[in-house]
């Protein structure tokens, strides 16, 4: 890894800037980890120069759903292997979720991850403290203390919260804190048993299947709840049309929800799963392609808020299984943007829009510093190669997680600088 330093000219780029509309050829100054000019030619001596003609400067990827499995399930993950894999993906910014062992649900857990983080030079880690207890929906976790050691939300994931009652104390909890609610919607009584959508696919392989309803009741449930309560609520992994129609609803009424959706379900439906290859059990489920196709094009509205990886990875013993055996997940880290970038290549969103939903949304869901390239930020930039070409293979991928269903996609457009407070923490072919 090279890191000469803080101070950068990073030469002839395009800036793309979602946080100002910018989209232009120029100069940007990195002095003492920030931003310190922009402008069409900047003159500097002895300053370290990266040439960045054809190349995207983009405000730092910032990915608000990953599981880093540490402490607990180091196998699969550690907070270095996961920070690393980040940086490799173009992100400058995490947010961890709590299903480790044990559980984020105390202020000692969260304190662990941001020092051991603190300790990696990589992308910055944020913790997401659970909701409830170990994950169990009972009592509510330590949110208090969580909040102090640096938690920016909360959230189960993995789990749904099936109380009302308990979700509801959760939102009005949190409220005080200003943080918002980050939420798996799911109905296990719905979900229960399932591996993949439960549609024509399902049927025809006799996996048993987790209706679309089964998230929508759920997103239908705390939507209701977030108006009651006024609090923040963001919604993750999006999968179904009917989940976005529901946010579309609430958007309109002004109830104050924001959501994600992950790559897998932009790219892949359940006809994936024919080949029983495991890579492609995830929770949500793949769906269908008028599934697919609706969460597209709410991405390019801005019905959906961000993209976020959901990055997953689970060891061979946990995949290589029978499909219904297997661990839901897929890692995501390093093949998100280039999917992303592949529906820029297909028409369906801008540049600008794509880099929005990766950087400057996120960054405004989490209230995280970043997002924006304006002078006096801190230096959290990402470099991208919009024309380079490169094969997805698993046994390259920096993550522990070797479980992705694009292996062997050839995809068009990849980070080659992340850079993290003016620190150079990922450059393509060092
Ligand atoms: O597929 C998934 N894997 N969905 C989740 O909600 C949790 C995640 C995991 O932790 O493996």
Redesign the pocket.
Known sequence: MTNMGKDWLIKGGTIIDPSTGAQEVADLLVEGGRITGIAPSITKEGIHAIEAQGLWVVPGLIDIHV?FRDPGYEYKETIETGLAAAAAGGFTQVCC?A?TLPVNDTGAITFYMVEKAKKVEGPLLHPVGAITKGQKGEGLAEIGDMVDQGAVAISD???PVMNSEVMRRAMEYASHFGIPVVD?CEDKNLSAGGSIHEGEVSARLGIKGIPAASEEVMVARDLCLARQTGTHIHI??LSSRGSVELIKWAKELGIHVTCEVAPHHLALTHNAVESYDTST????PLRTEEDRQALIEALAQGIIDCVAS?H?P?SLKEKDVEYDLA????SGVETALGIVLKLVNEGRLTPMRAIEAMSTSPARVMKLEGGSLKVGQPAHITIIDPEKTWLVEPEKMISKGKNTPFTGWELKGKAVVTMVEGKVVWREGD
Request: zero cysteines.
């Open positions: 599981h979720m299903n994931d993995g789990n798996h993750q992994h059990k995830v929770n949500p959901d997953a689970h661990a839901f997940g897929i």
